[in-house]
C-alpha cells in the first residue's frame, strides 16, 4: 500500500472520510492528527473508497487506525493489528481480534447543554467563577476567530508560560497552528478584556459532537477561562451539537481534576486490537 505522509493539501481528501465517523472520538479529526503529528507520525491511503491511517501507536510500534469508508470492516479484518479502537469497534470485532484497554487515553465527553446552561448544584462553582469574572471585568468582549484578530490569538500562545516540559511540548505543538489555522475547518473565538486578549479556543464539528481543539488562558485574569469556555459553546447554538469531545488527560492529575469537575456524561475507552 502507498501511504503518504499529511500535508495541509490533504485536508479535504481526509476530512472527506474523517468527518463519517460515528465514534464522537477526537483521535479521528483533523484537529489531532495534525496537531501530534510529532507523537503519531501519521500516514494515509486510500484503498477502494476507504481513508487507511498509519501510525505510530502508545509503544511508539507502527500500526493502523480502524479503517474510515465504503469498505471499512473488510479493510479491518486484512489487518494484524488495530490501535485506538474505539469501543463500538472493539465489540464489532471481538471474534476476529482480542482487545486490551489503552490506560488514560479515554475522551472526556460532555452534553452539550450541560456546558452551556451550567445548571444545578454540579456546576455551582463554575458560575461562581463566571460570576466573579463577570463583577470584576465590567468592560470584556467576545469576537469569532478571523483573519483580522487572529495576531491576538498568537499573542496569548506566546504569553502563556508552561511550567512543567509536558506543557512546553504542548506549547510548541500549538505554535505550529499559527500558520495554518485557516486551513482547516475550525471555528473559534476570543476572549477580550479592556480590549486585551486573555483566552481563546477553537474546535471543529463532526456530525453531532464539537471537538476542542485547544484551549489557553492567560491566567492572571480569575475565571476568564471558564468564561471563554462557555462564551466558545454559544457560537454553536444554532449547529445542532448535542456532544462536547474534550480529548484526553494522559494522566495527568491536573488535566484529570480539571475535566473531571466538568462533569462528563461518558468516558469514551481506546483499545488495541490484535488478530486472534
Known amino acids: ?132 469574572f463577570l463583577n470584576t471585568y465590567h468592560d470584556y468582549h467576545y469576537e469569532t476567530i478571523s483573519p483580522d484578530n487572529f495576531k491576538d490569538v498568537v499573542k496569548i500562545i506566546y504569553a502563556v508560560k508552561p511550567i512543567t516540559e509536558g506543557g512546553k511540548q504542548e506549547l510548541n505543538r500549538v505554535k505550529r497552528w499559527i500558520n495554518s489555522y485557516f486551513s482547516f475547518p475550525f471555528i473559534g473565538g476570543i476572549l477580550y478584556v479592556k480590549n486585551e486578549p486573555v483566552a481563546f479556543s477553537f474546535g471543529e464539528v463532526i456530525k453531532d459532537t464539537l471537538h476542542v481543539q485547544i484551549e489557553k488562558t492567560i491566567k492572571t485574569f480569575d475565571g476568564a477561562g471558564d468564561m471563554q469556555r462557555n462564551l466558545f459553546l454559544k457560537l454553536f447554538k444554532d449547529q445542532n451539537i448535542v456532544f462536547v469531545n474534550r480529548q484526553e488527560d494522559l494522566g495527568d492529575p491536573g488535566l484529570r481534576f480539571q475535566k473531571r469537575s466538568l462533569n462528563p456524561c461518558a468516558l469514551l475507552n481506546k483499545y488495541d486490537l490484535k488478530k486472534l
Not at 507502527?62 to 465504503?70: T, V
Not at 479484518?77 to 485506538?84: A, D, G, P, Q, V
Request: net charge negative.
Open 1 to 132: 500500500m502507498d501511504f503518504k505522509k499529511f500535508d495541509l493539501e490533504d485536508i479535504a481528501i481526509l476530512n472527506k472520510y474523517l468527518s463519517q465517523q460515528e465514534f464522537r472520538s477526537s483521535l479521528f479529526t483533523l484537529g489531532v492528527l495534525y496537531y501530534y503529528d510529532d507523537y503519531f507520525s501519521p500516514e494515509y491511503a486510500i484503498i477502494d473508497d476507504t481513508l487507511l491511517i498509519r501510525c505510530k501507536d502508545q509503544n511508539g510500534e507502527s500500526n493502523y487506525l480502524y479503517p474510515l469508508g465504503k469498505n471499512s470492516k473488510d479493510l479491518a479484518l486484512s489487518l494484524n493489528k488495530i490501535t485506538y479502537a474505539p469501543e463500538s469497534v472493539k465489540e464489532d470485532l471481538k471474534d476476529n481480534y482480542k482487545s486490551e484497554l489503552i490506560p488514560d487515553w479515554f475522551d472526556y465527553l460532555y452534553k452539550y447543554d450541560d456546558l452551556v446552561n451550567l445548571s444545578g448544584k454540579k456546576y455551582q462553582k463554575i458560575r461562581n467563577h463566571i460570576n466573579r
